[in-house]
């Protein structure tokens, strides 16, 4: 389990900062296509640092404990996906076209400090 903090950026748009090291859940290179690794980088307020989260029910915004389907801020008809349908705990995420598979679906979870 990875834990990050979300910060608000914009309505419904976060930036997921890692709570290991401060850094940003990053689209590699800024372009929102296939297949573009997602990575941690420094904070650069960029738009390929911002994601959108919807839940699974549709038109579900509201951040809450749930399911969610993480949405590039830089292209909404992309979403992160883990790399071929992985299921070790090392897979790589990259950019895919959303087609709400469980390899889409991320769990966001509260914890209390």
Known sequence: ???????????????????????????????????????????????????????TSLGDELLEEGIYIIHSAMNDSKVLDVAGASKKCEANIHIYSEHRSEWQKFEIRLLKN
């Not at 290179?29 to 994601?51: C, D, M, P, R, W």
């Open 1 to 55: 389990m990875q834990q990050w903090i979300l910060k608000e950026v914009d309505n419904n748009t976060y930036t997921f900062i890692s709570s290991l090291d401060g850094k940003c859940l990053d689209i590699a290179g800024g372009v929102a296509e296939l297949g573009t690794q997602v990575i941690k980088y420094q904070s650069n307020g960029k738009l390929n640092q911002a994601f959108k989260l919807y839940g």
